[in-house]
């Protein structure tokens, strides 16, 4: 059980995260869809897909989120750090419904998306299956069974209309990893204990 402090900062790690997720899900979100506009023979993201690959996004990252919490912080501190930061996914969401003028709220109201609890939790077993993000090296040619490789799986189904299409899977891989890197969860979980 971790001291009053800990529990506060890990808190304010997690709303402050909350907003970088939603942030980083629409960046992947968007270069999806143009990447995809790109292929005639995908027929360009409906108003519904795009809101699709905006939450399936928020998902992974959450679940990674509380994947990093649970190895820096044990089990009940990573549950609250998750629920913080589902709860502050969620109240960002909810703000965007109700009144902004810009273009990317305008674009994310039209898209009319909820966070979903029993959404997250599927995906949360999903993900818990697979024990790697990537593989161990350049050299290991197996990437399937790895975590981020069948994310990009997912959504090549989602996009292409099935599991195989590495023009789709590739950049998500490459898209998601370049969010993480922007986002530093791990890495700022890790410095919460080390400070």
Not at 68 to 75: D, I, Q, R, Y
Not at 113 to 126: A, V
Request: aromatic share 8%.
């Amino acid at each position: 059980m971790s001291d009053q402090n800990t529990n506060d900062r890990l808190e304010e790690l997690a709303l402050e995260l909350s907003s970088k997720t939603i942030e980083e899900a629409l960046i992947c979100a968007n270069s999806m869809e143009k990447l995809v506009d790109e292929y005639d023979d995908l027929g360009g993201p409906t108003s519904e897909t795009y809101r699709q690959l905006i939450m399936e996004f928020i998902y992974l990252y959450v679940h990674l989120g509380h994947r990093w919490s649970f190895e820096t912080h044990g089990a009940v501190d990573a549950d609250k750090f998750a629920i913080n930061l589902e709860s502050g996914i969620r109240k960002i969401l909810a703000m965007i419904k109700e009144d902004d003028a810009s273009e990317i709220i305008a674009r994310l109201r039209t898209a009319a998306f909820e966070y979903d609890p029993g959404k997250y939790y599927q995906r949360n077993l999903e993900y818990s299956r697979y024990l790697k993000l990537l593989p161990d090296s350049d050299d290991d040619p197996e990437t399937r069974g790895k975590l981020l490789w069948e994310f990009g799986a997912g959504i090549s189904a989602m996009v292409a209309g099935h599991e195989k299409d590495a023009r789709i899977i590739i950049p998500c891989v490459d898209w998601t990893i370049e969010s993480l890197n922007n986002m530093l969860i791990r890495k700022r979980l890790q410095q919460l204990i080390e400070n």
